[in-house]
């Protein structure tokens, strides 16, 4: 059975910083490009960013990228997104992505 577990989450102060993880199990995680998206009260799912099988090649949506970073440790199968200099408008619960299927969420919230 696949397993995605979100951690985290929490409250931030504008500008700060935070490091979600997630757990993945159930499949070869080595293998399998990883994603982390997002949902933001009263709108649809957003893709974040994205990490090839290896951590090569990373893809970011334009709102986040140069203050986002993903990464993945294959060895721990766990995917990594570090969140700098959070804007109070990237409240959203995020959920780590593999193929179709996603996890519970964490819920990041930004101070005003």
């Known amino acids: 059975e696949v397993g995605l577990v979100e951690s985290g989450g929490g409250l931030v102060q504008p500008g700060g910083s935070l490091r979600l993880s997630c757990a993945a199990s159930?499949?070869?995680?080595?293998?399998?490009?990883m994603r982390w998206v997002r949902q933001a009260p009263g709108k649809g799912l957003d893709c974040v960013s994205s990490i090839s099988a290896g951590g090569e090649t990373t893809t970011y949506t334009a709102s986040v990228k140069d203050r986002f970073t993903i990464s993945r440790d294959n060895t721990k199968n766990t995917l990594y997104l570090q969140m700098n200099r959070r804007k109070p408008e990237n409240r959203a619960v995020y959920y780590c992505g593999w193929r179709a299927t996603r996890g519970k969420g964490t819920r990041v919230t930004v101070s005003s």
């Open positions: 159930g499949f070869r995680f080595s293998s399998y490009t």
